[in-house]
Nanobody
């Protein structure tokens, strides 16, 4: 049974930083690329970042490039998203999502999603 549990969200001032984590179980983590999505109220779900199974290849949305870093620890079955220089428009619920293959460019596996973690950016 695939399970993904996100954590690390919270309230931060503009310009601040947060580190999100996602612990996964129910599949062989190292064999699959992973991604972070976000969804703000009234907006469509947005792909934020992707990483391949080994962690060597990453890809980012233009809106977060240079500010966010996706990484993974396969020994801990954990995905991370380091978010720096946060802006009010980064506020959303963030979800970690499994990809369907080991490439960072594999299609998203729209199977079970975790509960997400709320990020609020406000002064």
């Amino acid at each position: 049974q695939v399970q993904l549990v996100e954590s690390g969200g919270g309230l931060v001032q503009p310009g601040g930083s947060l580190r999100l984590s996602c612990v996964v179980s129910g599949f062989d983590f190292s064999y699959y690329g992973m991604s972070w999505y976000r969804q703000a109220p009234g907006k469509e779900r947005e792909l934020v970042a992707r990483v391949g199974g080994t962690g060597a290849v990453t890809n980012y949305a233009d809106s977060v490039k240079g500010r966010f870093t996706i990484s993974r620890d396969n020994a801990k079955n954990t995905l991370y998203l380091q978010m720096n220089s946060l802006k009010p428009e980064d506020a959303a619920v963030y979800y970690c999502v499994k990809l369907s293959g080991d490439s960072a460019y594999s299609p998203t596996d729209f199977g079970p999603w975790g509960p997400g973690t709320q990020v609020t950016v406000s002064s």
